[in-house]
């Protein structure tokens, strides 16, 4: 490649030159001996820096290798091409340059090399001190005297190891990524990471959700916003078959780099990169972590390359949580399980996307949980470890097999496993509210929401908690906070029913009108109601109108018992539950904590129920009089 540049004044700042060369993103400090890209330490070793010192110097014009050898290396040295090649590719590497397409370090084939991107200097001396030919020469000697106090930094430093820091909280911000057909691939990087780390011990790992609204945000500043310790940060760049990845480990207290590296991959080698790059980050992360922790983190997808970017597909459309984003992500998962039968992974997506499904009413029960059960039983017996499947499981046993303590034990399995899963934690809060474990529910609870802060669907599911603790204003504020996420998170059931238990009918009734809900059109019939007849009317009418509009509808029948147990009409609830009952209806296991069935009580029907559900009444937690 032939450079346009050949005179270094084209590419140097006016004034001389002084210890602090910038160059596109980066930064190189003689005084410090450090190189730093967007304001991070970038590690750089003794011969590669005192290069990249030499070169600056001489910007634009020909470095030649004797003078190289001359000033690098003694003259005695007897294997200088190897040493030069080694220390010109480690150089390349920090700068994440390209001898192909170079932007920084051009090579001048059996000649030697030149620095060919624009360098300023700052900090420089006034050219009006000396004479402009003795100011150049000044300037260069200070460079030199700069090199030597670098090269006795390093020689001084780098046999110490740096000092241990302890992390105890982390988040891996979005991968940037310049291509977007391929953003499937540096998002499932990401999620990778958090799914390794998430597994060592002792460490809080901040959720996919929460740390995607950081995505492009300066990492110490996000760091700080996320109360963590550390972050990782990433780039992954695609050159017709081949990707660069770029991995950094960042103290958020200084801005120092604890550890990076770059890695190459081709789509047939990107699934054991990722692996590579995992193993690498946790044992930086946790250098004290015993062996088989770090094995579990390092864990392996899949070999076959064609079902690893398959499967990334199908968590990049699961996590858009839409319906048609659902279905997609089913047959991606699909698709995976066809090129690669013991991908365990792809068998945990399918249940997991299974569940959400049902969860949201899409399925029946009896559809939907024996696809769930057989694929996550499927992941389980290739990965036995895989917290994923056992969540799946977990939540299938408690709302639609009734099977709490099996689901118990196996909520507990994969939060030990997974101790980070956000999700996890919040189903486990329901489970735990169930059985009356009201304190135990509130941690679990409490922690789901530390870990992913910003998930609109956990401060959704936040509301539902403190409704069932009868924190009605709580649970307000977390449904609007939800709202303010993603409007299609809005929770208006359940902030309704906050109103209700506050008895507020004008707030319900706004919270309605907010709603994309069956009742939204009849707003005005149900107001009028309201004013004519009083709270009894209104809840028998709310809860016909929800019968008429939502016949088909799965979850219903829950709802609809709810609205006549609000009015006092127990026979008409108690009939409603006996249908929910018949279909297994997911919301039937929060019976015996829901305020709406307070009145039922002391009903021995719904009584007789509970126990056919393998429920038993449990007292409400107390709460302060102002909820």
């Given amino acids: 490649m032939t450079s346009q ?94 001898a192909e397409n170079p932007r920084f370090i051009e090579t001048l084939a059996r000649r030697g090399y030149r620095f060919i991107a624009p360098v300023s200097w700052g900090a ?34 780098r046999h110490e190891a740096p000092p241990a820091r302890a992390i105890d909280a982390i988040a891996v911000l979005p991968f940037t990524n310049d ?16 799914d ?63 550890w990076g590296d770059r890695f190459e991959a081709t789509p047939a080698t990107l699934s054991a990169a990722q692996s590579r790059i995992s193993a690498q980050l946790s044992d930086e992360v946790r ?42 992500a089913l047959d991606y998962f699909n698709q995976a399980i066809k090129r690669d039968p013991n991908f365990a992974a792809a068998y945990a997506g399918l249940a997991k996307t299974h ?10 029960a009896a559809n939907g949980a024996p696809k769930i059960v057989s694929a996550a039983e499927k992941a389980l017996q290739l990965d036995p470890d895989n917290a994923d499947a056992l969540v799946s499981l977990a939540t299938t046993k408690f709302r639609t097999f009734w099977d709490f303590a099996g689901a118990d034990r196996d909520y507990r399995r994969a ?20 059985m009356g474990r009201w304190d135990e529910a509130r941690r679990e609870q409490e922690l789901s929401y530390k870990l992913d802060p910003l998930s609109p669907a956990i401060n959704a599911m936040m509301c539902y908690g403190f409704y069932y603790e009868r924190r009605y204003r709580e649970g307000i504020a977390f449904s609007r906070r939800a709202a303010e996420l993603d409007p299609n998170f809005f929770a208006p059931s359940c902030v309704a029913n906050c109103f209700f ?24 019939l149900l107001t009028d109601t309201f004013r004519r007849s009083g709270k009894r009317d209104f809840f028998r009418k709310s809860a016909e109108l929800l019968a008429q509009r939502q016949a088909g509808s799965i979850e219903t029948p829950v709802a609809v018992a709810s609205l006549y147990a609000w009015s006092g009409d127990k026979d008409e609830a108690l009939a409603w539950l006996e249908r929910a009952y018949q279909r297994h209806v997911s919301h039937m296991v929060e019976i015996n904590t829901d305020p709406a069935f307070e009145s039922l009580y002391s009903d021995p029907r719904f009584e007789k129920l509970l126990q056919r559900v393998g429920l038993s009444r449990v007292a409400p937690p107390r709460v302060p009089v102002a909820n």
Avoid at 179 to 194: A, C, F, K, R, V
Avoid at 501 to 524: N, P, Q, Y
Wanted: proline share 3%.
């Fill in 5 to 98: 540049v050949t005179d270094a004044s084209h590419l140097v700042e006016p004034g001389d030159l002084s210890g602090v060369a910038r160059f596109g993103v980066f930064e190189l400090d003689l005084r410090t001996a450090e190189l730093r890209r967007n304001g991070i330490k970038v590690k750089l070793q003794e011969q590669p820096f005192r290069l990249l010192a030499f070169l600056l110097e001489r910007a634009g014009a020909v470095v030649t290798r004797e003078e190289l050898r001359e000033r690098l290396w003694p003259s005695e040295f007897v294997d200088f091409d190897h040493s030069l090649n080694t220390a010109v590719r480690k150089l390349r590497e920090a700068l994440d340059d390209s």
């Fill in 355 to 364: 569940g959400v499904m049902l969860g949201y009413g899409l399925v029946s």
């Fill in 179 to 194: 291509d977007p057909q391929s953003q499937h691939l540096s998002d499932g990087m990401t999620e990778i990471l958090i």
């Fill in 196 to 258: 390794s780390l998430s597994r060592l011990p002792d460490l809080r790992v901040m959720a996919r959700t929460t740390v995607f609204e950081y995505k492009g945000k300066e990492p110490r500043e996000a760091g700080r916003a996320l109360n963590v310790g550390a972050v990782v940060v990433g780039d992954m760049r695609r050159d017709d078959d081949r990707y660069t990845i770029h991995v950094e480990l960042i103290d958020v207290r200084d801005g120092t780099q604890l």
């Fill in 415 to 434: 939060l030990t496993l997974n101790p980070n899963y956000a999700t996890g934690h919040q189903w486990y809060a329901d489970l735990l509210r169930s």
């Fill in 124 to 157: 420089s001396i006034p050219s009006t001190a000396v004479p402009s030919t003795r100011a150049t020469l000044l300037g260069i000697t200070l460079v030199v005297v700069m090199i030597g106090a670098g090269i006795a930094y390093f020689v001084t430093r």
């Fill in 501 to 524: 238990g506050l008895g507020d009918i004008d707030g319900a009734l706004t919270a309605i009108r907010k709603s994309k809900g069956a009742l939204r059109e009849c707003d005005v």
């Fill in 287 to 328: 250098r004290g972590v015993d062996r088989g922790q770090r094995q579990l983190a390092a864990h392996r997808y899949t070999t076959d390359p064609e079902a690893s970017e398959l499967y990334l597909k199908g968590l990049y459309a699961w996590n858009k949580r839409g319906t048609e984003d659902l279905h997609r």
